[in-house]
């Protein structure tokens, strides 16, 4: 009789699957694992050494924490593979909904992790999201209905 249909959430438990240290699926990383993996290249040392040595930066268990308030976020290296790998998360899942540039900035992506020009690389990501295009809500107001011009009487005169 009824109508079966799937219900999609989005809490903060999900998002935590993202850093967590025992991950549910050993054949997909999380993106902790990802950060480890990267952590002994030459070109994320570097990148540490130019950007982690701030005091609201800590080291702990062989990663970056970026310390902006009370809560930590994984710092994720300059790395398109594991930012674009983060922003498929955060952006694309069915509970996502394909959201906007906000949503998947401040409800998703800085609620667990943290890389430089984050915030631009969320707009370019959002923006050329197909679905988020086809499906975004308008910002305009609504067309009002058509009224047609009055006929003048004669030629180039004023109705």
Known sequence: MGVKFRLYTLHCAHLKVLVQTNPINNQSPTLRERV???NSSPETQAFYQNHCQKPHFEFSNNLYWHKPGNHQ???TPD???NQQYALQMAHDPPYSAHDGLNPTLK???QLICWWLHMHQD???YVTSCGDYQRNKPSNKHPQGLL?????PGRRWGKC
């Open 36 to 38: 480890l993996q990267l």
């Open 73 to 75: 976020l994984l710092v």
């Open 79 to 81: 790395d398109s593979e």
């Open 107 to 109: 409800k998703n992506l």
């Open 122 to 124: 969320v707009n370019t």
């Open 147 to 151: 009224e047609p011009l009055p006929i």
